[in-house]
């Protein structure tokens, strides 16, 4: 197929513009820091897909509609708000309103630098009146000014004289896209905001609003520099009232002169501060971006950047395609993180208000291990975030008669916003996943201060959770029973392996963590008895499995079900729980995503090599994949069992899922845990890439296809770096002391700037090759990647609707 993005290594870029596609490519070209994001919207603001500024955390809350109530159901539901919106420029050509839609378009391309972390834009344009101007955008949202994001915005007269007049707006109110039918959530979100005031002064304004329901105050603030190559001065005016404040720049432009208007924008918020003390906040933000300049605020961005990518770059030789698509990836997960700052990092990062906003178990799961990895500071930002939401989480557990503490399934704020209780209430494992990033972050990283502060506290109360939900059973085994796994075509079910077995590793960490840290643990309440309870209890834990078929079932008696009938299923009822009853899907085998799978990669220790591969391929006739997650984790384990074709295949479909718009609602934003698993799928996949209780161990081997794969992860503060051609790796750590390391079953010794090569052993030959359910082939590698060597296979996943 041929992309529909230019392929090249270190950028995005696009020519022409399709009014149809443009939804998508708003979720593509937009930018965020982790606290302000910008959709890519054209700058006149119209035509548009969706409207898009968002500030993280920022929501209106509404009621949570119930055809029937219900015990512990959340009252109030959480929905991400579009805040006042500064990216908005529009131009006027001799009084013609600049639009691609009307006069011609002779020249229309957009570009994603991944390197300065700017959109530029140029479009060449003929008014209906026959008047010709070039106009060039850049558009920043900067790394090191938290709440900046910034325009610098060019006009030059081509054919002949024209009187340009520039619009630069401030909007609010801007229509979000809405599931609700309920008429009094419909009203909230139509308009969330109410003024609180408006002020000018000179080229600037900045407008506060407040939400009507959550009480959240925002102010954004835009200044401008004007600058002109014409005979004559440009005119400027500023007004702001309610939801809109606007500079008017007019110019006479002759023939090769130009325009240009640089704006900056700041954008604050919070719970409590005054409306006075936010509007300073964000007008000292503006002023202090303008002091700076925009050849500054755009050399910072490139600079941190660079920071970045000296250790979180991947180099793929071989496949053109998948080296762009790897860096989009990191691109995508860094900007979603970089200065949330006691932020979540939602579903769909700052790209979009799909699912509403919220945050899930797959921040923990997918998210921040790539971020432990290549950015420990956001790393270290998220989690505390989370362990600000502990007060939720205890009074959540005691609404639901637990002990501990119940982390939120999908929230802004950290309250429950979930109405369907079997998918997310019942899905206590994302509990097991916030302990797993803790532990894991504080393995990489080796922050006790972190751990101290935050992360014992986490630990433990996730421990006091898993035994309160579980029971003793007279097989003197410990059983968790109606919980619902990541599978989301499985609920209520007993003994979940995915559930039992990272909660076991969850209960062991909080044991280690007290005893290393008995003050700790005191100030927590633990008593002197619960450290070896909890290992009595993890000892205990039940793990099925089925001796008749060798595999783990899913959960108790799961592979004694009747199997889908994937046959009799069209490629148009998927995903099928939007054309299937989910009691049927409950009680059938059939696999949303990775769930069993997902285990042998979490909890690898926990299974042996011959474990993995049977379990491997008997979840791999019945995972059909209707969620984004499932991809990356398959391909991690087809690697692991031996199947690099399948492995790339995989690695093909989560890599252009975005870019490709695979699953058909990229308009509603990227998915962010998604792009974090295309990492995933390198290091851990072909990397072989696993953290262990005694260090990091790796067991490389590449396709044919791939003849060298690099990346870099930080350990203790300090990078090291991986080299891997198909028939050796190469080590090398790029500072702090000595570290030991497993390359298959050796063990490596390693000095800061000393490279150690060690061969690859031969690949042991796989199996045969696992059929997935019929129809659901993954995404060759032939299609999504152009690698003509590349096995293909002729079906790929429909291209339809899903939620994680």
Known sequence: MTPRYEVDDWSVSIDGVDVLHLAQEESIFGLANGHVGWRGNLDEGDPRGVAGSY?????????????????????NGQSVINVPNGQVIRLLVDDEPFDVRRGTVSTHRRRLDMRDGQVHRVVEWTSPARRTVRVESTRIVSLDHRSIAAVRYTVRAVDGPARITVLSEVLANEPLPSDHDDPRVADLLRSPLRTVESDVLGTAATLVHRTRESALTVAVSMDHVVTSSASVEPSVATEAKDDLARTRISVHLEPGETLEVVKVVGHEWTPSASAATLRDRAEAAVGAALREGWDGIAAGQRARLESYWECADVEVDGIPRLQQAVRFALFQVFQASARAELRSIPGKGLTGSGYEGHTFWDFEAFVLPVLTSTSPDAAEQALR??????????ERARTLRLDGAAFAWRTIDGRESSGYWPASTAAFHINAAVAGAVQHYVRATGDIAFERECGVEMLVETARLWCSLGRWGDDGAFHIDGVTGPDEYSAIVDDNVYTNVMARRNLRAAAVAVREHPDVATALGVAATDADTWDTTARSMSIPFDQERGVHPQSAGYTDRERWDFRSTGAEQYPLHSHFPYFDLYRKQVLKQADLVLALYFAHEAFSPEEKERAFSYYE???VRDSSLSAAVQSVLAA??????????????VATLDLDDLHGNTDQGLHIAALAGV????????????????????????????????FGVRIHGHPLYVSITPHAATYLLGGGPSLRIRHFDDEISLSCGVPVEVPIPPTRPAAARPEPPYGRAPRPAVVAFGCEDARPIPA?????????
Request: proline share 8%; no cysteine; net charge negative.
């Open 55 to 75: 500030l993280n955390g920022v929501f209106e809350e509404h009621p949570m509609p119930y055809a029937e109530d219900g015990y512990g159901y959340p009252e």
């Open 385 to 394: 975030w989370r362990h600000a939401t502990l007060p939720h989480a205890r």
């Open 621 to 623: 006739e019945l995972t």
């Open 640 to 653: 692991e069992v031996g199947h690099l074709d399948l492995a790339l295949d995989y690695l093909a479909e």
């Open 679 to 710: 990492w995933t799928a390198i290091t851990a996949g072909l990397g072989g890439m696993r953290d262990t209780e005694g260090g990091l161990s790796f067991r490389p081997s590449l396709p044919e296809q791939i003849q060298r794969l690099s």
């Open 796 to 804: 790929a996943p429909s291209e339809s609707t899903e939620r994680i």
